[in-house]
């Protein structure tokens, strides 16, 4: 039981355009999101976050939206640079808890 | 932020044999976790590792297949038992200072089984 869906495999954008990578979730009790950024042969690294009780953080070019009635977010990446390109996954999760539960990720390829 | 050391970083490994993957913290953290992701999927949790007690495993995973050692707050182990190809995977080592903060990753290790 996927909780956690990336529905985009893949996306290609121009160097210097925005990037909008999207998420979408089935638990209502997830209140913290992440994230992830990860190249090849290499663990995850960690990008930015955000709480429920917010609905926008802003990181330098990076930004994340949730819309919890949607149970959707989604990371805007302005603008996107070829360093970019990688898969990115986002994560969930629970007040209790100690686990994240993961997209199935999104590869990103920022074409110079 | 946290510096994770996961080693081997990869190995090719006889099916029936087991492997042992490392995961060393450069600082003392309160929640380490193993992944495993496979081929075209997601990062799926195998279990939390704790300091001083038996590990918490997620549906699907079993401390027979997957034994877990926490001897301390910067290090665990994950043995990968009596291996079959399908255990072929990247095997990721995760840590986080407590709840609602981010985890942070090792660099993985990739099995091979053959």
């Known amino acids: 039981d996927q909780q956690v869906k990336q529905n985009s495999p893949s996306l290609s954008v121009q160097e210097g355009r925005i990037s909008i990578l999207n998420c979408d979730y089935t638990?209502?009790?997830?209140?913290?999101f992440l994230w992830y950024k990860k190249y090849p042969a290499e663990g995850p690294t960690f990008l930015i976050s955000i709480s429920s009780i917010k609905d926008k953080n802003e990181d330098g070019r990076f930004t994340v939206f949730l819309n919890k009635s949607a149970k959707h977010l989604s990371l805007h990446i302005v603008p996107s640079q070829p360093g970019d390109s990688a898969v990115y996954f986002c994560a969930a999760s629970r007040p209790t808890g100690n686990q994240f539960y993961f997209g199935t990720g999104t590869s990103l390829t920022v074409i110079p | 932020s946290a510096v994770i050391s996961q080693k081997p970083s990869r190995d090719i490994c006889q099916r029936g044999t087991s492997l042992t993957i490392q995961c060393q913290v450069d600082s003392q953290v309160t929640m380490m976790f193993w992944y495993r992701q496979q081929p075209g999927q997601s990062l799926t949790l195998i279990a939390t590792?704790?300091?001083?007690?038996?590990?918490?495993?997620e549906s699907g995973f079993v401390i027979d297949k997957f034994p877990i050692s926490r001897p301390n707050l910067t290090f665990s182990t994950l043995t990968v038992s009596n291996m079959s190809p399908e255990d072929s995977s990247i095997y990721l080592c995760?840590?986080?200072?407590?709840?609602?903060?981010?985890?942070?990753f090792g660099q993985g290790t990739r099995l091979t089984v053959v």
């Open positions: 638990n209502s009790m997830f209140d913290y």
């Open positions: 995760s840590a986080a200072q407590g709840i609602d903060t981010e985890a942070f």
């Open positions: 590792a704790n300091q001083g007690s038996e590990a918490t495993y």
